[in-house]
């Protein structure tokens, strides 16, 4: 574990790190990973002011630890309170979430009008992590990945994935 950060943050620090080191110059291997300085106190409550639903104990925990993260998985970031401040996060998931919200409605169940967070986008805008309101018995975190959705209890959960990619760690819908 690094740096005193949880375990479960730490992990995936650590994953990463070693995945890099390993095999640097391989096709499919992003960069390190690259945790920013803590968010602050008034940064969270910002954040908390910005959403209509109650932010996931889990990822304020994530956000006191690192304002984000670059490279957490398959070279995707997880936002940070500056993510969703400047704008960043909600240019980068914008189009991918119009579609969601249908997907999510029609196949899902989710309440029309529900807010979705997007945690985490992939740069080519074709799949993401998402924070949705509580009351689903799949979980608040999910991963929705080139038609494939799969449901986190929390982040720690999601992180735990990250470090194995363990498919029988992933509660995939059918």
Known sequence: ?????PGWIGDVLDARRREFVESPDDEGIFG???????ATEEDITRLRARFSQPLKEHYVEFLRHSDGMENFALGR???GSRDWLSGRAE????EFL???????RLDVGIPDGAEIIPISMEEDRTSGVFMIPPGDRRGRIFWLSHG?????????????WAVSYDPSEINWTP
């Open 148 to 160: 494939d959705l799969c449901f986190y209890s929390d982040l720690r959960q999601l992180f735990r």
């Open 77 to 79: 970031p997880v936002y």
């Open 98 to 104: 119009q579609v969601l919200k249908n997907i999510l």
């Open 1 to 5: 574990m690094s740096m005193g950060l």
């Open 32 to 38: 390190p990973p690259i945790l920013r300085a803590g």
């Open 91 to 94: 240019e980068e998931s914008e």
